[in-house]
């Protein structure tokens, strides 16, 4: 079975740091693109960043920028977002997504994703 585990959130302080993983089961993750994105309440999905399969190329959501990294790890099977900077706009669950694709060398958020995981609550309040 394939599937995308998120772990990693929480409750954090304005200012605060949470790193999310996105664990792969049932396929390895060598031959995808690997996204994150994420829904506040009463709002829709949005892109967060990328992550090309080499994972020498990422892409980011301007409001992220300077404050998130992505990372992969492939033989771990895993893909990271480190959240630092943390603010209350970032209140959101979190998806991590997969593209199947022969592309090595960038990423689009914009691409459809074939693979989803449930999501991760990141709540940031004082």
């Known amino acids: 079975q394939l599937q995308l585990v998120e772990s990693g959130g929480g409750l954090v302080q304005p200012g605060g740091s949470l790193r999310l993983s996105c664990a792969a089961s049932?396929?390895?993750?060598?031959?995808?693109?690997i996204g994150w994105f994420r829904q506040a309440p009463g709002k829709e999905r949005e892109g967060v960043s990328c992550?090309?399969?080499?994972?020498?190329?990422?892409n980011y959501a301007d409001s992220v920028k300077g404050r998130f990294t992505i990372s992969r790890d492939n033989a771990k099977n895993t893909v990271y977002l480190q959240m630092n900077s943390l603010k209350p706009e970032d209140t959101a669950i979190y998806y991590c997504a997969a593209r199947g694709t022969a592309v090595q060398a960038f990423c689009v958020m914009t691409w459809r994703y074939d693979y989803w995981g449930q999501g991760t609550q990141v709540t940031v309040s004082s």
């Open positions: 992550i090309s399969r080499r994972g020498d190329s990422t």
């Open positions: 049932g396929f390895t993750l060598d031959y995808y693109a």
